[in-house]
């Protein structure tokens, strides 16, 4: 990782007897997009607030560019920030919202002038400047607040759940353009979403926010296939979960057992005997006829759904009385055209493609 | 509009009301203009007289200036009031609200009485600040200009806060932090965007007591010199000492047209109604 630009140190955020943050520690990279994501009411706005001072913190450190923080009132972080509704002074045009940071900042009227052009021309808004906020679409707003959140160059962007409000398709689009923006201006990026799927397409790294803390901070591809706790490996994408008891342990790998005994990639921090689950993706999984498949986990069940998504179908195996499981099997694959609502299958998948997490 | 009105199949619910304000309002104003002309004689004299006399044009100055004043001590007064009713936690702000409802559900008259009480030479308010030692002799709070202010500031209130608070309660909170991570101080903020997001509410209330004000009665009648005459007491004196209808409605129309006028190019300047930008 890059020098650090900003770091948390056992942050935390108390309302009343309300825990809202706890002993939150992590840093920033130069350059860096990392996504805070979780669950509503998980802590991760609340850490956002924090960083830019809209919200005291009732214990540990901050520092921006290694300086504390926590002395300096919001208006001298120098940090920009687009808000989840965007926040754009509506008595303001698009010229004088962008304008704003810079006036505040005492620049001379020309340098502005240009400023602000160059910024407008940049998220694709040259001719807009003289409109007012209520006259623009919901995602040429959301480029206007990006356009005066970054116009003064702050050293960190912080951005609230910024595509929240608009439609599936558009949201795809700004995705790729707030990624653009990020590429080519170098900007630091500390992103809040509760949006599984935008934290792993935009991230450079991503910190899953539970209940007030951190569950786990890596790589998207690091959360997606080594999730630390069975919370991750609900949150982000889909996970089967079955419940057994750690009979073994050794090389990096894990027995369990419940209905049947399974193996599957382990921590060291699991001993004998105690509760764990098994996680293991749906497109892990192999569907073969009844006591069928060569991998090193199988489980028997019988079909109770087939759903049909176009690239792929999802069939719902019902294994015992109390676990489905969902395996994701590519249209190209043959030899499944028998399988139908009923039918006896046997679910298989490799020990590597599966991870034995603590059952908390 | 009438065409419309007509397509409505709801418009004959307004039927009453409208009845009501023909009756009792648009009727005799319309006879109020006629006699303006009429009385004693057809012809200006009655407005020649309004405006060709300086106790005329005194009392004239004096309503708009009273008005003006009671409208500036209550947005004074007002804003911080409406502010903090907005920022309370919710039971505070019930009580706020109460306490600012409490006099809308007093006589004016009452009031006006209690302020008297308070405001008299061996009163309340002169008994305290001689106590302290701030003053040595009673101050003059009563039959002056002091005094009108005091009374009118305190019974418009409402007026004021009551438009401010709709207004301020709508205001998003983000745009404050918005100005903040910007780099605007608090001053700075509030300036260029809390206090220009209150205009419509600062204009709507303004609008509210500037025009109650200038109609205003009892207030100045009893808390009043003879230098704080308003309009409003002149039509009664001119009307039930003399008889004088004719001057009176004259003055009455004069009144009329001029809060016409204001309220015409206030909607103008500010935009405030449908056609607002925000």
């Known amino acids: 990782m890059a020098e650090p630009i900003l770091t948390l140190e056992a942050v935390r955020k108390v309302f009343g007897k309300f825990v809202a943050v706890d002993d939150v520690t992590l840093s920033i990279g130069r350059g860096e997009f990392l996504t805070f994501l979780g669950p509503s009411g998980s802590g991760k706005t609340t850490t956002l607030m924090m960083v830019a001072g809209f919200q005291s913190v009732s214990g540990g450190a901050m520092t921006l560019d290694g300086k504390p923080l926590d002395p300096l009132p919001a208006y001298k972080r120098d940090i ?20 704003f940071p810079l006036e505040m900042r005492k620049l001379d009227k020309a340098q502005i002038a240009k400023k602000v052009r160059d910024v407008l021309a940049l998220v694709g808004l040259p001719d807009h400047g003289e409109r007012y906020p209520k006259q623009l679409s919901g995602g040429q707003q959301q480029r206007v607040a990006l356009a005066r959140a970054m116009v003064f160059e702050p050293r960190l962007l912080l951005m609230d759940e910024p595509l929240g409000a608009l439609d599936k398709k558009l949201r795809e689009h700004m995705q790729i353009e707030i990624m ?67 009979t073994g342990h050794n090389n990096g790998f894990a027995e369990l057992e419940g209905a049947q005994t399974l193996r599957g990639r382990a921590e060291g921090n699991l001993s004998i005997g105690s509760a764990a689950v098994m996680a293991v993706r749906p497109e892990r999984l192999h569907v073969n006829r009844a006591n069928d498949g060569a991998d090193a986990n199988r489980v028997e069940g019988t079909v109770t759904d087939i759903v049909y998504l176009g690239q792929s179908r999802k069939f719902i195996v019902r294994v015992n009385d109390q676990t489905e499981m969902t395996a994701l099997v590519q249209a190209n694959v043959v030899g499944l055209e028998s399988v139908t609502v009923g039918s006896s299958v046997s679910l298989s998948w490799r020990a590597e493609d599966s991870k034995v997490l603590g059952n908390t | 509009m009438f065409a419309k009105l007509a397509r409505d199949r709801f418009a004959w619910l307004v039927l009453p009301a409208g009845i009501l304000i023909l009756a009792v309002f648009a009727y005799p104003v319309f006879w109020l203009l006629v006699r303006s002309f009429s009385d004693p ?68 008259l009452v009031r006006t009485f209690a302020w008297m009480v308070l405001l008299q030479p061996n009163g309340l308010l002169n008994d305290m600040l001689i106590g302290i030692g701030f003053i040595e002799t009673p101050a003059k709070f009563m039959f002056n200009r002091t005094g009108v202010l005091i009374g009118m500031i305190q019974i418009m209130l409402p007026f004021m806060v009551f438009p401010l608070f709709s207004v301020m ?56 010199g003879r230098k704080d005459v308003m309009i409003a007491q002149l039509i009664q004196q001119q009307i039930s000492d003399f008889g004088n209808w004719g001057l009176s409605s004259a003055l009455a129309v004069v009144l009329l047209i001029g809060t016409g006028l204001i309220f015409a190019v206030v909607h103008k300047v500010f935009k405030v109604g449908p056609d607002a930008r925000f």
């Open chain 1, 180 to 246: 653009r923006l990020h590429r080519d201006m170098g900007i630091t990026v500390l992103y809040v979403t509760h949006d599984q799927e935008e934290a792993l397409v935009m991230s450079d790294r991503i910190a899953v926010f539970n209940e007030g803390r951190i569950e786990q901070i890596g790589a998207p591809s690091d959360l997606y296939d080594n999730p630390a706790t069975r919370f991750v490996a609900d949150f982000i994408g889909e996970s089967n979960f079955i419940e057994g008891r750690v």
């Open chain 2, 169 to 224: 309660t709508r205001i998003d909170h983000a745009y404050v932090q918005a100005a903040a991570n910007l780099g605007a101080t608090p001053v700075k903020g509030f300036l260029r965007v809390y206090l220009p997001l209150c205009l419509p509410g600062i204009v709507t209330g303004s609008m509210l007591v500037f025009i109650i004000s200038l109609g205003y009665f009892i207030t100045p009648a009893l808390l009043g």
């Open chain 2, 41 to 108: 004689s057809w012809g200006l004299q009655n407005y020649e007289t309004v405006f060709a006399k300086v106790i005329y044009l005194k009392v004239l100055w004096n309503t708009v200036a009273i008005a003006g004043a009671t409208t500036i001590g209550a947005l004074l007064l007002g804003f911080p009031m409406a502010y903090s009713m907005v920022h309370a936690p919710p039971l505070m702000r019930k009580l706020l609200v109460f306490v600012v409802l409490i006099p809308f559900w007093t006589s004016i």
């Open chain 1, 80 to 99: 920009g920030m687009v808000f989840q509704h965007y926040a754009l002074f509506p008595h303001m045009t698009v010229a004088g919202n962008v304008a």
